[in-house]
């Protein structure tokens, strides 16, 4: 089954300081990874995707082959940076996505 | 450009009754998906719809069908109402030719809102 973890629900960091959240996937094939976000009252919207290696408001994601880890990070957390993130792969055939349950990322003042 | 559009975006149903979502792509998409989240979880793929037709399918009963249009807009019908079919229904729009470039990237709408009695 091609599936996606994320093993926090709730992650809550200090103002300034790094965040991690986690994200496993099920190995099948070569899925593409994504992370997205929903902050309060907006749609879901893409943060950032593996295959452009980009850095987005401070975000990073590696992937890890040998772990299946796709954990995204932030070095220096920001208030604005409170939302709900989720991990997405592809399916083999690239038209289907699968999203774990999301990590609800609160960041304090 | 007002991106993925759906409508309602909330709507009561009751047990054992039909429904109709609609959803209208981002302007240049030719692809729609449907995604079903139930509270607490991470969207869940329904089916996604390609040149008029069902492209692909996710672990959803018959009970749940779609249609797209000439214009790329499409509808989600769910027949025989179950409690369980309480979620946000997300719709999604994509460029069909970048499924196999990474390039494949959702745009999602607000979503509406179901709840069954």
């Known amino acids: 089954a091609q599936r996606v973890t994320q093993p926090e629900k709730l992650l809550s960091v200090f103002k300034g300081a790094p965040v991690e959240l986690k994200c496993n996937y099920s190995y099948s094939g070569s899925p593409e990874l994504f992370w997205y976000v929903q902050y309060s009252r907006q749609r879901l919207q893409l943060l950032l995707r593996?295959?452009s290696r980009e850095s987005i408001k401070g975000f990073t994601a590696d992937l890890n082959k040998g772990e299946t880890s796709f954990h995204l990070k932030k070095p220096f957390a920001q208030e604005e940076d409170s939302a709900m993130y989720y991990c997405?792969?592809?399916?083999?055939?690239?038209?289907?996505?699968?999203f774990g349950t999301g990590t609800s990322l609160t960041v304090i003042p | 450009d007002a991106g993925v559009t759906q409508s309602p975006t909330h709507l009561i149903k009751t047990r054992g009754q039909q429904v109709t979502l609609r959803c209208s792509p981002k302007?240049?998409?030719?692809?729609v998906s449907w995604y079903q989240q139930a509270l607490g979880q991470g969207p869940q793929f329904i089916f996604q719809?390609?040149?008029?037709?069902?492209?692909q399918r996710g672990n959803f009963p018959d009970r749940f069908s779609g249609h797209q249009f000439p214009n790329y807009s499409s509808e989600l019908n769910v027949n025989a109402l179950l409690l369980g079919d309480s979620a946000l229904y997300l719709c999604?729009?994509?460029?069909?030719?970048?499924?196999?470039?990474?390039?494949?990237?959702?745009?999602f709408g607000a979503g509406s809102r179901l709840t069954v009695l």
């Open positions: 999604a729009s994509s460029l069909g030719t970048d499924f196999f470039s990474g390039a494949n990237v959702l745009t």
């Open positions: 302007s240049g998409h030719d692809t």
């Open positions: 719809y390609y040149e008029e037709e069902e492209r």
């Open positions: 997405a792969r592809t399916s083999n055939t690239g038209n289907q996505f699968y």
């Open positions: 593996h295959i």
